[in-house]
């Protein structure tokens, strides 16, 4: 019995170890922005991508072969496609309140562009998506994800930073970033992946951040 | 405890042997690494996306001043490829299941992972010259190719595997066969089987190498297409070939701690009264669980690619 058990437990983990290690294929930089109004209450939160310097480079390289050599018109269309792939995706990225899932619909706002960092150019997209149902940060639980289930694409915010609470000073929350510890819990939940095909799960659980806030 | 197993041991050597092997390798893989396992994966993946970085600094260095950074994007590409078979690479939990539970030797585990190494940088970059050069595709469609070339890789490790553990089925029948007509007289006879086919050995070793190597490095697709946007593509080419020494030196090193690990075990029990026809037995239990263990790999990696590949808003 504990012979076939231990079993089980090294071919999952050698499984979802070696799908693990086959990934991620590129990376993404995340900055998110949560926007308060006066009565704290969360309106907007606003997001930027920053991809990897291949990607990049073979995303740019290619938009202006697509598209011709107008940079800005490039990068409207393609900014237009890529915003439009992600819509069945839910931008990857998922909003709780109160421990209840909130669509946040479609960007009000996007925008497809590049900036040159280290002498490469960086392909970067904003998206601003609004919450309408307006939760208050100081009495909601407010959880906030981005990531990509598959981990094909690795999303990180990285540091702190990367996280910001615009007109927040007041409200005396500060963002906090969760990263989980993978267990052998997580690692069969994001193995059972074949077996549902549902969205939510995925290798990309595994090292999915969640932001929370913590206020005085 | 061990006085049970080793009278289990004595009654049912094919079993308990085999049992035994996976009992002890999974006990301590489970101990040692279990609890920091998850912890340890990620900083492999950290250390995946630094290289990574580095690479790309280090082709953009070779595009503005090609004779000062020429050697060090060399040396930068062999050190991924040591750290690539080493970590993340793929190649290396096929090469290890297969050789613990095959018959080949030290020398052939070298050559498959020399081969496979070899051969996986030349099917990227004759992928990419190909699809780029020749083709003129889009490199998003590149991309996408490599995955699904990725994918046949993993299907013929399944196939490999099917094929391991069919014939470690027949032998084991074969052997039963023997038993009956030569009720344990160990004779020359007895050793028949142990006398590999080398025909059948050089099929399968190549079968190995090309299930390992088929996989193009991504890595490699990542820096040939990243050097050709930059206009450095022979530096590619150069880097990629690095990549595939390193991944080789590496593969090769664990190909031959696998052997000697294999060969230790074997030895153990030499020397009990196991002997002949249960050694046998024993090695085709093994050859057996190996092939199983390979299907299964083969199948988990299959499915997660084809989820990507099937859809992924940015591939």
Aim: with cysteine; proline share 3%.
């Amino acid at each position: 019995m504990l012979f076939k058990k231990s079993l089980i437990r090294i071919l999952l983990l050698a499984s979802v170890s070696a799908q693990l290690l086959a990934h991620p294929h590129t990376w993404i930089n995340l900055q998110s922005t949560f926007v308060l109004n006066e009565k704290f209450e969360l309106t907007e939160i606003k997001q930027q991508w920053q991809f990897d310097e291949y990607y990049s480079a073979m995303f740019i390289s290619d938009m202006l072969n697509e598209y011709g050599a107008d940079r800005d018109l490039a990068f409207a269309l393609a900014g237009e496609n890529m915003v439009d792939s992600l819509l069945d995706y839910q931008y990857f990225s998922s909003l709780s309140v109160d421990q209840a899932g909130i669509s946040i619909g479609q960007p009000s706002e996007y925008k497809l562009f590049s900036v040159v960092i280290d002498g490469a150019d960086i392909l970067t997209m904003t998206m601003t998506f609004s919450v309408s149902l307006k939760p208050n940060i100081k009495l909601s639980n407010i959880e906030w994800s981005v990531y990509d289930p598959t981990y094909y694409v690795a999303m990180e915010h990285n540091e702190l930073a990367n996280l910001v609470i615009q007109n927040g000073e007041k409200s005396g929350c500060v963002p906090k970033m969760n990263r989980p510890e993978p267990s052998e819990e997580t690692i069969a939940y994001a193995s059972s992946l074949d077996k549902t095909q549902t969205e939510t799960q995925g290798l990309g659980v595994l090292f999915a951040e969640t932001v929370r806030f913590g206020c005085l | 405890m061990i006085n049970r197993g080793f009278k289990i041991l004595q009654n049912r050597p094919g079993y308990s042997v085999a049992g035994l092997f996976i009992i002890v390798f999974g006990y301590f893989l489970l101990k040692t690494l279990m609890p920091s396992w998850p912890e340890l994966l990620g900083h492999i993946i950290e250390a995946q996306r630094y290289f990574h970085k580095l690479l790309s600094t280090h082709i953009k260095a070779v595009a503005n001043n090609t004779d000062t950074y020429g050697l060090t994007l060399l040396a930068v590409s062999f050190a991924y490829g040591v750290f690539h078979a080493a970590g993340p690479g793929h190649g290396k939990a096929i090469i290890i299941t297969y050789l613990a539970s095959q018959k080949e030797s030290m020398k052939q585990g070298v050559a498959i992972s020399l081969i496979a190494s070899l051969f996986q940088s030349l099917i990227a970059i004759g992928l990419i010259s190909f699809l780029v050069m020749i083709l003129n595709l889009k490199f998003r469609d590149v991309t996408q190719t490599g995955q699904q070339v990725e994918q046949i890789g993993y299907i013929l490790v399944i196939l490999l595997g099917v094929f391991l553990a069919f014939r470690a089925l027949l032998n084991l029948f074969r052997s039963q066969a023997d038993r009956k007509t030569v009720e344990h007289q160990h004779d020359e006879h007895c050793n028949h089987s142990y006398i590999p086919d080398k025909k059948l050995t050089r099929m399968k070793m190549l079968g190995v190498a090309l299930s390992m190597g088929m996989r193009p490095c991504s890595g490699a697709i990542l820096v040939l297409i990243y050097a050709q946007v930059i206009n450095v593509y022979w530096y590619g080419v150069l880097a990629t070939l690095a990549i595939g020494a390193g991944t080789g030196m590496t593969l090769a090193a664990l190909a031959v701690a696998s052997v000697f690990a294999r060969n230790w075990l074997h030895g153990l029990f030499q020397g009990s009264r196991a002997s002949g026809h249960h050694i046998m037995r024993v090695s085709e239990f093994i050859a057996l669980a190996g092939g199983f263990v390979l299907m299964f790999l083969g199948w988990s990696l299959y499915s997660m690619a084809a989820q990507v590949v099937q859809s992924h808003p940015l591939l």
